[in-house]
């Protein structure tokens, strides 16, 4: 995603990406990574829960998945990978943004 953030920018749209994972952990992942986007922790998941994402792989963590939010809190557009390493092409995603 960073390699494309500036496509997403460029739309005004913002990235943020929830892990099920401790804040320390997100750090060291962000800086890994070089992320510029926000990452932000869920350890408890809360957040993945709250989407449906938690558990689904039978893991205990979250399902890899996009969502497209609106400013209103609509999702418009989502995708739920059904293994570790499914996740959406970017073009996707960005065909499916606003």
Do not use: C
């Amino acid at each position: 995603m960073q390699n494309a953030y500036g496509q997403f920018k460029a739309r005004g749209v913002e990235i943020v990406a929830v892990a099920v994972n401790t804040i320390q952990a997100i750090a060291s992942a962000q800086e890994a990574v070089h992320a510029s986007f926000p990452m932000l922790a869920d350890p408890n998941h809360e957040a993945a829960a709250a989407y449906g994402v938690h558990d689904l792989l039978g893991d205990g963590l979250a399902a890899p998945a996009v969502f497209v939010i609106d400013r209103d809190g609509s999702i418009l557009w989502s995708y739920i990978g059904q293994e570790a390493h499914d996740r959406p092409a970017v073009d996707e995603i960005l065909a499916n943004l606003p």
